[in-house]
Each structure stands twice: as structure tokens, then as C-alpha cells.
């Protein structure tokens, strides 16, 4: 008999471990999600497979993904129709588990004001902000999912402008990029003061291709960056997404996915580090599924967290797992 394929349930079944702390609240503040036939085989029943697998998951965000565009119409809008899906999904959960959507918005545009308030409309009630990634990849060819925006986007008028519309109206700005752009986020955290900006993945540090190489200059120059923009008080850091196989640590190719143990010998550094520098009150832990799930279970990856923070204060750990993702999605 074959092994089973690193990704699949019966490879993720290779490591079940018990659940830590079941009674810990959480608030997921970073998922996907897709419509039959989408990017990945990830729609609400599997996201409440993984969210009911032991660990008290109270609440999500949804975070926009591609999905569900609208295949006609204004093209202004057909992201209009991601938010349209997933609170349809929303509301047709008796569990109601999905509790904000951060959807997408080209905000260079000239209309955007119509185009949020589409999305607030379609997201009945669950609308909170937008992600217009910052994310542009050197090396494509390499990545598995290469971010696709052009370079310098966060020097451009028009797209300040529309993170600082977004501060007017309440809404939050998420952005995910690379580890060579976190002087690019820094910089336009500093001309938005008044938008809060969500950092999404911690800038993303690769491991791949020519990165793979670099593990200990980039974690280095990455140390330095995030103390950086951990000064611009309007950001605060969603920390998940690091088992991306972006990162290069071999999860995703493994003959059997990660212990929560041997998740947090690998990757505890970048967590604590982060903390430090933001503070607990700033952070919300993140799962990043199902991305993340190339590599390792819902189950193990929350029992890393809650590893992870054992020597922290029960206020401190309230704050990571549920209250810093309440108050700044707020999350009814």
C-alpha cells in the first residue's frame, strides 16, 4: 500500500494528537473559503470539520480569496460577489460561525466608495474591511501561490488613498506580502496613521528557491523590520500562515505532517519575537486554513498556539486567542 499523499485527511490522520486546553475561547480570524469547483476543496462543511475537531472555535473571519466573482456585470464589482457567497454561507449556518468578512477591493479605484458600499450591502451585516494585497513575488516560478500585485503598489497616490478611505470609514486594511516588503508596509502604515492595518502572516519570510538558502539573513533582517513596524500604533500583527510550503520548512512533502511539538521547536521564534515587539493586546493568532493544511491539521495547529503561549497571563492569552481579533473586526 502506497503512503497516503501529504495534504489529504488520511496524511493528516498520521498525527492526531489530544486536544490542549479544549475550553480555551477562540476566534479564527483568518480562513477561506470556496464554492464547489473553487481554488481548493473548502467550503463550510470542511471548515466546520476543522473548526469542530476539539478546540473551542467561537468565531471566524473570513478572508477574501478569489472566490465566487461575479463571472458578468460591472468588473468594478465582481469581487462584490465573494462577499455575497460567504455571507450566504454565513447565514445559512445554524452555528453562524463565520462572524466578519474582509473582502477585496481595488482601492486605486475612483469609485471605490460605491464599490464598499456594495460590499456592505451584500455582506449583511458581516462586512469589515478589505485586503488589497501588497504581495508581489520576484521569483513566481518557485512559489505555489505567487502574489500577483505590481510592484511599488504602496507608493502609489490613489491606493493611499483608498487605505486612508477605508480608516474614514471604519474599515480595516489587511495586507499580505513578502519579507522583502515589510519596508513597504512600514512606510505606508506611517502615511495612513489613521486606517488600522492588519499584517497578515508575518510579511510572509520565504524559504523556497533562492530563499531557501537565506533561512537566517532573512529572519534576521525580518527581526529588525518587525520591531519597526511594530512602532506604527495603527498596526497590529495576525500571526498564522507560517506553514504556508512558501515558507520552506517541508511540511508539505514530509512523510507524515508536524507534532504540535515539532511545530513550535520550528517556528516559536518568529511567534515570541512578534509578541514582543507588538504585545500581546496587538496580536491575534491566526490558522490560515486551508493553506496551512498542505501541512498540518486545525487540531495540531491550535494545540501549537496554545504551546506556544503557555507563559503568558490569562489575560495576555484572552487577548491572542479572541479578544484582539473581537475588537478589531468588531465581532458582535
Known amino acids: 500500500m502506497s503512503a497516503p499523499a501529504p495534504g489529504t485527511q488520511e496524511w493528516l490522520d498520521l498525527v492526531i494528537e489530544d486536544v490542549a486546553e479544549p475550553d480555551l475561547p477562540i476566534v479564527d480570524p483568518h480562513h477561506h473559503l470556496w464554492p464547489a469547483g ?46 455575497e457567497f460567504v455571507a450566504g454561507e454565513a447565514m445559512r449556518d445554524p452555528a453562524h460561525l463565520i462572524s466578519g468578512i474582509v473582502a477585496h477591493a481595488d482601492l486605486r479605484s475612483p469609485r471605490l ?15 469589515r474591511g478589505i485586503r488589497h494585497a501588497l504581495s508581489h513575488a520576484h521569483h513566481p516560478e518557485v512559489l505555489m501561490i505567487p502574489g500577483r500585485a505590481g510592484a511599488d503598489l504602496y507608493l502609489e497616490p490613489a491606493f493611499r488613498a483608498g487605505v486612508a478611505r ?3 470609514r ?15 508596509l512600514l512606510e505606508l502604515a506611517r502615511a495612513v496613521p489613521g486606517t488600522t492595518i492588519v499584517f497578515d502572516h508575518f510579511g510572509t519570510p520565504l524559504g523556497v528557491g533562492p530563499y531557501a538558502a537565506q533561512r537566517e539573513e ?3 533582517q525580518w527581526k529588525l523590520d518587525i520591531a519597526a ?4 500604533d495603527n498596526v497590529v500583527a495576525k500571526l498564522g500562515g507560517l506553514a504556508m510550503p512558501d515558507n520552506g520548512f517541508g511540511w508539505n512533502t514530509a512523510d507524515r505532517p508536524p507534532t504540535s511539538d515539532e511545530f513550535v521547536a520550528a517556528q516559536s521564534r518568529y511567534y515570541l519575537h512578534a509578541i514582543e515587539c507588538f504585545g ?12 496551512d493544511r498542505f501541512s498540518l491539521s486545525y487540531r495540531t495547529v491550535w494545540n501549537a498556539f496554545k504551546k506556544l503561549t503557555v507563559g503568558f497571563t490569562a489575560d495576555e492569552r484572552t487577548a491572542m486567542f479572541s479578544g484582539t481579533a473581537r475588537r478589531v473586526y468588531r465581532l458582535a
Open 229 to 232: 513596524i511594530a512602532s506604527c
Open 166 to 168: 477605508l480608516g474614514e
Open 218 to 220: 532573512i529572519f534576521e
Open 280 to 291: 500581546p493586546e496587538r496580536c491575534m493568532l491566526e490558522s490560515n486554513f486551508p493553506v
Open 170 to 184: 471604519g474599515l480595516t486594511y489587511d495586507t499580505w506580502h513578502y519579507h522583502y516588503q515589510n519596508r513597504e
Open 113 to 127: 466608495d460605491e464599490v464598499l458600499d456594495a460590499h456592505e450591502a451584500a455582506g449583511q451585516g458581516l462586512f
Open 38 to 83: 473553487g481554488a481548493l476543496p473548502y467550503g463550510l462543511a470542511e471548515l466546520h470539520a476543522d473548526t469542530g475537531d476539539g478546540h473551542r472555535v467561537e468565531q471566524t473571519v473570513f478572508v477574501e480569496c478569489h472566490a465566487a466573482y461575479r463571472a458578468d456585470g460591472d468588473p468594478e464589482l465582481a469581487p462584490v460577489g465573494e462577499t
